[in-house]
């Protein structure tokens, strides 16, 4: 198999074909229907399988496949209306989003193709019959960055297992040990 010509197909396949040529060359299905996501993807996994390295010409090729699928030259953003650039937000970034904030979409859009965020649908960490709430907790820059210094000096993981931990540990404290150690045990799970 010519790896080359293969990567130079990719680019004249519809929606759909790269989603079956992934499958193809990776041995799974990919729910992403984002072209330039898939591209690089299958484009990587060929070249690995030739045994081909990022700085061979078919690494090239594959760069250029990819950044021709994204469109030729510096898309004008700007220029798109939010029904637009919501759509250009799905198409590149492989999920839907409600945002409303041009700034925001025309941003994530252009990280999406330098690749310096994740693009697919998101992994949700969950477990099964729980439901999460997001604590939110504003403090000044200083103690943050005391805290951080704190919890890193002690080799705890995370910000994280520290506020779990801290709030475990006050909550025994006052006297409220069955609800100290539900904190314990959503920190061990």
Do not use: C
């Not at 997001?134 to 704190?150: F, G, I, S, Y």
Request: aromatic share 6%; glycine share 8%.
């Amino acid at each position: 198999m010519n790896t080359k010509k293969e990567i130079a197909k990719l680019d004249k396949m519809k929606v759909n074909e790269p989603q079956a040529k992934f499958a193809e060359v990776m041995g799974e299905k990919t729910r992403s229907s984002n072209k330039t996501f898939l591209i690089r993807k299958i484009s990587e996994a060929l070249q690995a399988k030739s045994g081909g390295e990022s700085s061979s010409p078919g690494a090239k090729a594959a760069t250029t496949v990819a950044s021709k699928a994204a469109g030729s030259g510096p898309e004008k953003l700007t220029r798109l209306d939010m029904a637009e650039l919501q759509a250009r937000y799905l198409e590149v970034i492989g999920r839907p989003t409600n945002s409303t904030n041009e700034a925001y979409l025309i941003w994530k859009i252009r990280e999406a193709k330098k690749g310096r965020i994740p693009v697919g649908p998101r992994k949700t960490a969950h477990r099964e019959g729980a439901t999460f709430k997001v604590l939110p907790m504003r403090m000044e820059t200083t103690v943050v960055d005391k805290l951080d210094e704190a919890w890193r000096s002690r080799g705890i993981k995370n910000r994280m297992e520290f506020f779990r931990g801290a709030l475990g540990h006050y909550l025994k404290h006052i006297g409220a040990d069955d609800v100290a150690t539900l904190l314990v045990d959503v920190a061990a799970a």
